[in-house]
């Protein structure tokens, strides 16, 4: 069994930042293609923030290219998720998404709520 979870949401003013961190559980004998974040903002459907390979560059939503940044570590099975500069419209629930390379199946976690202020 995998499970993502992820931590780091919270409360912060704009301009802010956040650091999202989604590790997997039961990873010992997995590993991941591609890695991502993803949100939900209220009354809104679920959008692409950031995607990882395994190897290679990643690829940024228009709405956060230059202000946020995705990196993984592929021996814990980790992905992060460092944002800047946040502003109100970043406001929504961050899910952490993991593709096995073991299985094809794709992974989600619970959420973490991103809430910025004005």
């Known amino acids: 069994q995998v499970q993502l979870v992820e931590s780091g949401g919270g409360l912060v003013q704009a301009g802010g930042s956040l650091r999202l961190s989604c590790a997997a559980s039961?990873?010992?004998?997995?590993?991941?293609?591609?890695m991502g974040w993803y949100r939900q903002a209220p009354g809104k459907q679920r959008e692409w923030v950031a995607i990882s390979p395994r190897v290679g560059s990643p690829n940024y939503a228009d709405s956060v290219k230059g202000r946020f940044t995705i990196s993984r570590d592929n021996a814990k099975n980790m992905v992060y998720l460092q944002m800047n500069s946040l502003n109100p419209e970043d406001t929504a629930v961050y899910y952490c998404n993991a593709l096995s390379v073991n299985n094809g199946r794709n992974y989600w976690g619970q959420g973490t709520q991103v809430t910025v202020s004005s």
């Open positions: 039961g990873s010992s004998i997995f590993s991941f293609n591609t």
